[in-house]
């Protein structure tokens, strides 16, 4: 049997494991009935959402800590999208805002953005700042999928 994927529901935030066979079945949230995006898009979360989600997934999550007024964000963020679609239901991405959202960001001492953290098993087990694209942005993940 093969190992299921992990999707984050769009509109219910609920985590749904899908067996690979399925995902031409156009698989849906277990608890609210929506289509699934498979896609996996970065989700912009809340620190409490964040929260919730680092503690809940069954697979690694990145998070990619910007703010709108950042050209080094703004030029990451097609590489973390892409990213995310590679490793669907094998990596969960979350962005936070750390103008609107700093609390997370404030506990890991965040002092420069773009930063990213992952987190696997609700353990943060890498945080850097600096810009990251294509290979550098592959390599930083890789270790933990």
Wanted: net charge positive.
């Amino acid at each position: 049997m093969t190992q299921a994927l992990s999707f984050r529901c769009a509109a219910c935030a609920g985590i749904n494991r899908v067996a690979p066979e399925r995902l031409a079945s156009g698989p849906r949230c277990g608890r609210c009935q929506q289509p699934l995006d498979l896609d996996n898009p970065p989700a912009e979360l809340s620190d409490d959402a964040l929260e919730q989600l680092i503690r809940s997934a069954p697979v690694p999550v990145l998070v990619d800590f910007w703010a709108p007024w950042c050209g080094p964000c703004r030029a990451v963020a097609p590489h973390i999208q892409k990213l995310a679609q590679q490793h669907a239901g094998k990596l969960l991405v979350a962005k936070i805002n750390t103008d609107v959202h700093g609390r997370t960001a404030a506990a890991l001492q965040v002092r420069g953005i773009p930063t990213l953290a992952i987190w696997k098993g609700g353990k943060l087990l890498k945080s850097e700042a600096g810009a990251r694209m294509g290979p550098q942005l592959e390599a930083f993940v890789a270790p933990y999928l």
